[in-house]
């Protein structure tokens, strides 16, 4: 199987037949948009086998890739069983910036389509649930923001780290990022349950970790496709004013921010390390 990548979307559309059934639409692209192939679908038809065709005829001027990448989850049911028949693999993420760029520049288009309903639409809005508090006991022993200079991030991606995800594209270096530019992060002591800790983490596949003010304030970790995590609370000023500035840095890094779990603070071994945006 190769490794070339598609990013797809199949939705429902704010435009309507002659019936006044809802269409829905399938968007295929590849990271670079040097593939973009759309198709519409009236509700009553939509159905995995109706987007396996699809995929057939994309492949025939094209080769199958070896992924389709998915970022809504009423989408990934229908392309994944569609995927199965034709052996590809389907990644949930919320990284597919080339299909959402495109989905916006959609919205325009429909505009000037005879089938368009005219209502609001947003297609990058998801259902998302509210956030769930994890459990005290997971969380290991301690944890504080912290700061890493650009350029020792490659250096700490190239030591045995069980737990390693750092996409390319998110490299400092492939953002742009000066090597002395300080980026924000969290580190986690997780003593014991450090290793426990860092692998639910990659199950659960984190994509940010911000901070809400509130009463109490907290760390939310947004993660999977519309997961979101209540990491920890607290209400002392001093932290507060240190998650403002860990927000603040982040608007100098491009959004760029790490996560790190280690079994402790002697910074002799780590147990897993994100890099997120």
């Known amino acids: ?39 519409i679908c009236p509700q009553p038809e939509v159905s995995a086998h109706w987007v396996v065709e699809q995929l057939r005829k994309v492949g025939q001027g094209q080769e199958i890739p070896g992924t389709i990448q998915v970022f809504r989850p009423q989408s990934l049911g229908l392309i994944e069983t569609a995927a199965q028949v034709l052996g590809v693999k389907v990644e949930a993420t919320r990284r597919t910036t080339a299909l959402k760029q495109w989905l916006l520049e959609r919205v325009q288009q429909y505009q000037g389509m005879e089938t368009y309903t005219g209502e609001s639409y947003d297609p990058l809005t998801l259902d998302s649930p509210p956030p769930v508090p994890l459990a005290e006991n997971f969380w290991g022993d301690r944890w504080r923001f912290a700061t890493l200079p650009a350029g020792n991030i490659k250096d700490i991606i190239e030591r045995p780290i069980p737990i390693l995800a750092v996409p390319e594209f998110l490299l400092p270096l492939n953002l742009g990022l000066s090597s002395t530019l300080p980026i924000p992060g969290v580190v986690i002591d997780g003593g014991r349950q450090s290793m426990r800790l860092a692998k639910w983490l990659e199950a659960a596949q984190p994509y940010l970790l911000k901070y809400i003010s509130g009463d109490p304030d907290g760390l939310i970790l947004e993660a999977g496709l519309v997961d979101r995590w209540v990491v920890v609370t607290f209400s002392d000023q001093e932290v507060s004013l240190a998650a403002q500035v860990y927000e603040e840095r982040k608007q100098y890094s491009q959004g760029l921010h790490f996560l790190l779990v280690q079994p402790d603070d002697s910074g002799m071994t780590y147990s897993g390390f994100w890099l997120l945006q």
């Open 1 to 39: 199987m190769n490794n070339s990548i598609w990013q797809a979307d199949f939705y429902r559309r704010p435009l309507q037949d002659k019936q006044g059934q809802q269409l829905w639409e399938l968007l295929i692209c590849t990271p670079t948009r040097s593939l973009e192939f759309t198709a």
